[in-house]
């Protein structure tokens, strides 16, 4: 089993990414996976438009969402923040 | 054949009370800890006997002061509960040490039951409290001050193994395996450069490669030589190197990995020399370069980045096994650190669902981007800070949890489970099953004994030097056969 021939280099095209997504089910990365972008393929460049306006809709709702559950006074509590040295 | 890696972690938490200036952290530990109820509620001593944090693995004893605390206090700091944890104040942190286990599956649920058990006494605790304050804790390793608090690991390991041979295969393993088990924090600490992000908690704390120390100078390898089990069978390695994870995924590959390279140690698979001219300096290089291409330089002249190291110790790995079985969970391990390694050597990035420091980071820069904020921001900070807040209404780990963006291991129910059940597979299961069948019969407490006062007999103690004894199947016809505390010494002494 020879693996990551290619550590630190970009991904191989036809490369077989040996493990990609363990058995829970990585999701696929958007913007990621190397191949299928041939120049002209509109539909898949839609899809990929799409799938990136979802992505800025996302973010957008989690920042929201840590806008709501953050602590007021930041910059007080975390002055205020200070522990011992453990262990 | 490697030891069994009967493994467990002990985290150190912060604490503070927010409305009150003047809180004093260790009463506000006691409360905490005491503010946790289980039935049945006994008043157990921690058994200091069996400790002795002095002895160091090199073969030597050091001078120094043994911690040994009067009754009533040791009742007060100390809780063994009935998942056979140990809950209790060190220093000025509570700690949570979990049971043992036989593997990184079951240590994620226990580490995860350790959160909720915290949080849980938390909230009982801020009733005692005025109104107008609240206690709250969080799963980090510093203030961001220069004051850190630590996560330990232990493992298991055969006695016969060379001290030697574990430290020159760990010095490399550990100085890097941040890339996939960091915490992240924003800023530098203990004089060490300036940096915006960095992968690591801890790298700015350890000073030295090897050591008995673990608050002043810290080590990449500490050598407390506490077996807590047959001294001349067994070692057990104290790690002290590791961040306090939040993402299962992300404590699933740090203990899973290590147990599997340490496997590998005792079963002589090490086969490459892959030290680095300077450890030390390696840990806080790697920790300051989120693009994980840094290179760093070995003793053989070569220069690999932490990533490529790391795919040194995974080939090792790969080809000790290629003839030997693997369990399942030790193979799913591997796949998910190969899966991590191709991902970190493409773009770091592509975890943000898997890798504390890459989703913090991740979660971050939208919010800088969104609110127009850079790394010196004060909300960018309290954003720092509140990924380790452990309610779960607040936390931000948990809100990514909530939203699916972070990959699971393991389920809440059994995550839930494991908060008044011990592991069936270690003596960890004996413990807990005396806490929770005889309570305050149960005179004391430690990870290898526990001793029973019956009836005004003297105290009795049963020793646990196998941790892989006392399982469910050992033990549970002879508790069965023991209605009472005095039944069950009867037993064990017929």
Redesign the interface.
């Known amino acids: 089993?020879k693996?990551?021939k290619h550590?630190?280099?970009?991904?191989q095209p036809g490369a077989v990414?040996?493990?990609?997504?363990?058995?829970?089910g990585?999701?696929q990365?958007p913007g990621?996976g190397g191949g299928g972008t041939e120049a002209g393929d509109a539909a898949s460049s839609k899809t990929m438009t799409k799938k990136g306006d979802k992505l800025k809709e996302d973010?957008?709702a989690?920042?929201d969402?840590?806008d709501d559950?953050?602590?007021e006074n930041?910059?007080e509590?975390?002055k205020?923040?200070?522990?011992?040295?453990?262990? | 054949m490697s030891t069994p890696k009967v493994m467990g972690s002990e985290i150190e938490y912060g604490i503070t009370v927010r409305g009150d200036p003047d809180f004093d952290p260790i009463s506000g530990c006691v409360l905490l800890v005491n503010a946790y109820h289980e039935d049945p509620t006994g008043e157990i001593l921690w058994d200091y006997d069996q400790e002795n944090p002095l002895a160091d693995a090199r073969g030597f004893q050091v001078d120094g002061e043994k911690y040994t605390p009067n009754q009533q206090e040791n009742i007060a700091r100390n809780k063994t509960l009935v998942n056979g944890a140990r809950y209790y104040v060190d220093h000025a942190h509570p700690e949570y040490s979990c049971p043992e286990v036989t593997n990184a599956r079951d240590l994620v649920i226990h580490e995860k039951a350790g959160e909720r058990i915290l949080e849980a006494s938390r909230r009982e605790a801020n009733a005692l409290l005025p109104e107008g304050t609240e206690m709250l804790i969080y799963k980090n390793n510093s203030d961001r001050k220069g004051n850190s608090y630590g996560c330990h690991e232990n493992y298991l390991m055969d006695r016969r193994t060379p001290f030697k041979n574990i430290v020159e295969a760990l010095l490399p393993f550990f100085a890097t395996r941040q890339v996939y088990c960091g915490a992240g924090k924003i800023g530098a600490e203990n004089r060490s450069a300036a940096v915006d992000y960095q992968i690591s908690q801890r790298a700015d704390f350890f000073e030295t490669e090897v050591a008995l120390d673990t608050m002043v100078k810290r080590p990449i390898i500490n050598t407390r030589d506490e077996p807590h089990a047959d001294r001349d069978k067994y070692r057990r390695l104290h790690v002290i190197v590791g961040d306090a994870n939040l993402s299962e995924y992300t404590i699933y590959l740090r203990n899973g990995v290590t147990a599997l390279i340490l496997s590998l140690v005792e079963d002589g698979g090490i086969r490459k020399n892959l030290s680095l001219r300077d450890p030390v300096k390696c840990i806080q290089e790697v920790s300051r370069d989120p693009s994980c291409r840094r290179e760093l330089s070995l003793d053989d002249g070569r220069q690999l980045n932490a990533v490529q190291l790391q795919v040194e110790y995974l080939e090792m790995v790969l080809a000790h096994y290629s003839s030997r079985s693997l369990d399942p969970i030790d193979k799913d391990v591997l796949t998910r650190w190969q899966h991590v390694l191709e991902c970190l050597a493409r773009d770091p990035m592509e975890l943000s669902q898997q890798i504390d420091w890459v989703m913090k980071k991740a979660m971050m820069e939208s919010f800088m981007e969104r609110r127009d904020l850079d790394w010196s921001s004060p909300q960018v900070e309290m954003l720092d800070l509140q990924y380790h807040d452990i309610r779960p209404s607040r936390g931000l780990y948990y809100l990514l949890e909530r939203q699916g963006r972070a990959e699971r291991i393991v389920t809440d129910e059994e995550i839930a489970t494991a908060v008044h059940t011990p592991p069936a597979d270690t003596r960890a299961y004996f413990r807990g099953s005396c806490i929770e069948k005889y309570g305050s019969a149960v005179f004391g407490v430690n990870w290898d004994s526990i001793s029973f006062g019956v009836d005004g007999q003297p105290i009795k103690r049963i020793l646990m030097a196998e941790p892989l004894k006392g399982t469910k199947r050992h033990v549970d016809e002879l508790l069965g056969n023991s209605p009472t505390a005095g039944d069950l010494v009867k037993n064990l002494q017929a």
Request: charged residues 25%; hydrophobic residues 40%.
């Open positions: 089993m693996i990551l550590i630190g280099e970009p991904s990414p040996i493990y990609r997504g363990a058995e829970s990585t999701k990365q990621k973010m957008d989690l920042v969402e840590i559950v953050l602590e930041a910059e509590f975390v205020n923040y200070v522990q011992r040295g453990g262990e």
